[in-house]
């Protein structure tokens, strides 16, 4: 019986969080656009001056907030970690944000989710649940590159999974860091931008699904037998 409200608990507490996460995404929503954040680029710099490391924690929770809601508005606001702390340390404060951010979203998950879904559908979905243990590194890091599941979602799903943290934690720092940096590097350039959509450009998309298939090749090859060593 206490497990059962313990459990009730979190789901309760995790779905508070996630509203507040989108309350709080969509009242800010308005003032996070390129032409908004130019208009207003000397007051919000004099104000990262006077209170930097206020300003470091606000951007943190910022990339809490949006990489975990539905409103997408994340890479925005990793473009402001470029263009107001520089290449640099907004290359550094994306990444270990971010990867704060997932953590966040796969700990509700894990602890609110994770046992009922595991009653309800974890006989249906054991092959998927087995796979994922196996190669569950391989997966998340391939989602991670190709940025094409919001980063919401994977975290969820993973959390409700039963892939190891450590796995988790390993190929989520890894598959963000690559968007981190080209959000940084475009931040850092934000005035020569018109919108977030010119970030990614379709070489940039490419080379990135490339180097999710190459990341991906062990587990497909395992399976599929692409090439074996009776062919060197």
Known sequence: MPKKLSQSRYIKYALITFLIFIMLAVWSADYLSVDHINANKMMISQFIDQHYYFSVLLFFIACIIFINSPVPLAAMVKLLGGFFFGFYLGALFNIVATIIACLAGFGLSRYAFKETFEKSYYERLKIIEDELETNGFYYLLTLRLIMLIPYAL???????????????FFSTALGVTPASLVYANAGSKLEEINSVSQLLSPTIFIAFLLVALIVLFPVLNKKFNIITRSDF
């Not at 993973?158 to 796995?167: E, L, N, P, Q, V």
């Open 154 to 168: 994977i975290n969820i799903l993973a959390g409700m999974s039963r892939i190891s943290f450590k796995t988790y």
